[in-house]
């Protein structure tokens, strides 16, 4: 996730005027962009675009060839009142449920973060990674093999979850999160792509839950292997974890900070503390040769990478940027 750290310029916002209800599509295009653009929403129109044909129920494509096309009362004020919502900040993915990730659609709730596109590359790295020791992506399913296991901590909406049990047939998924709703949502999302079934959703902090070699005893929370017992079971572990420094909320968009859950966004009071906790929980279950994918907060990935000692059997760690330059996903291999 990225969170340009930049004010919110308004201090007052302005009033906006609202003309009679729209008639038709061009009507209803012309006053939600006036609206916005009065409250200085970024990209405007694309947001007036995307609320209109959530509203009328129609793609874009329907839209542009029927902007004479007559639009009833009722559904003229529901496009207002998501305008209205949208000039004081909400989300336009909250306000129409949905945000896409890795070509799937997700449902968003507010209390998911919403996916972003920077994300993807963690899931581009994770598979490069898998791809390098000759583990098939979707396309090519070939002959039954060992079962992969994998997991996703702070699973949000699903979206890591959901694609990498996507794109990796022969995977069994472990999504956890420590928001029961968030869980709700991913679950929902999973069942929509049809791998709910290959999906274990686990309330518990961080991997708390997973230190079990028996996927059957995953109900229990919050518990600790017994002694001697080999844990060590996950190909792959992937988390976006919560990595804005507690004193950045004000430098916060306001979409981001008055609207996204902020268990999803904080993660202390520098920031990097859940990556601490989250590497030495991997550690121990991790198998020999496992990898761990982990998207990066702004500025952390110095901090991040020095948690990464060799002594502790940590190799191969490097970091990816995104497309905008800022080190973006960091993986290392464990070996034991
Ligand atoms: C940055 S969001 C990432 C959501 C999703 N994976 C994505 O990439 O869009 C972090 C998620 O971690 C969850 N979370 C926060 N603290 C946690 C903890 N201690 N243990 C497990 N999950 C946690 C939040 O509820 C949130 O869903």
Same mark, same amino acid.
């Given at each position: 996730m990225r969170f340009s750290c930049r004010h919110f310029k308004l201090a007052v916002p302005p009033t906006i005027v609202a003309n009679?209800? +729209?008639?038709?599509v061009l009507a209803a295009l012309k006053e939600g962009m006036a609206q916005l653009r009065v409250a200085q929403i970024p990209a405007h129109t694309l947001a007036t675009e995307l609320l209109l044909m959530h509203a009328l129920g129609r793609d874009r494509a329907w839209i542009y060839s029927h902007a004479e096309e007559s639009v009833d009362p009722a559904t003229a004020e529901r496009f207002l009142a998501l305008i209205a919502r949208r000039a004081t900040g909400e989300p336009v993915q909250y306000l129409i449920g949905k945000q896409e990730f890795w070509g799937l659609e997700f449902e968003v709730t507010p209390? =998911?973060? &919403?996916?972003? +596109?920077?994300?993807e590359h963690l899931m581009e790295v994770a598979l490069a990674r898998l791809g390098e020791r000759g &583990? !098939? &992506?979707?396309m090519d399913t070939g002959a039954p093999r060992e079962k992969l296991q994998v997991a996703d901590v702070g699973? /949000?909406?699903g979206c890591l979850a959901v694609a990498l049990a996507w794109e990796l047939p022969h995977a069994e998924v472990f999504a956890t999160d420590i928001s029961a709703p968030a869980l709700e949502v991913a679950r929902r999302n999973a069942a929509r792509h049809g791998v709910v079934e290959r999906i274990h959703f686990l309330q518990c902090d *961080? %991997?708390?839950? %997973?230190?079990? @070699? $028996? +996927?059957?005893? *995953? /109900?229990?929370?919050h518990s600790v292997p017994a002694s /001697?017992?080999? =844990?060590?079971?996950?190909d792959l572990i992937v988390s976006n974890p919560p990595? &804005?420094?507690?004193?950045?909320a004000a430098l916060l968009e306001r979409e981001v900070r008055d609207h996204e859950p902020h268990s999803a966004l904080f993660g202390g009071p520098?920031?990097?503390?859940?990556y601490q906790r989250l590497i030495d929980q991997a550690r121990d279950l991790l198998r020999d040769r496992g990898i761990l994918v982990l998207e990066l907060g702004f500025d952390s990935a110095e901090h991040v990478r !020095? *948690?990464? $000692? @060799?002594?502790? /059997?940590?190799?191969n760690v490097a970091i990816t940027m995104d497309l905008a330059g800022i080190p973006r996903v960091l993986a290392a291999e464990l070996a034991r």
């Open positions: 009679s209800n +729209p008639t038709n209390a =998911v973060l &919403i996916p972003r +596109p920077e994300t &583990i !098939k &992506i979707h699973t /949000g909406s *961080l %991997l708390s839950s %997973l230190a079990y @070699a $028996d +996927p059957s005893n *995953l /109900g229990a929370r /001697g017992q080999d =844990v060590s079971h996950f990595y &804005i420094a507690r004193n950045d520098t920031g990097i503390e859940m !020095k *948690l990464f $000692d @060799a002594r502790h /059997g940590w190799t």
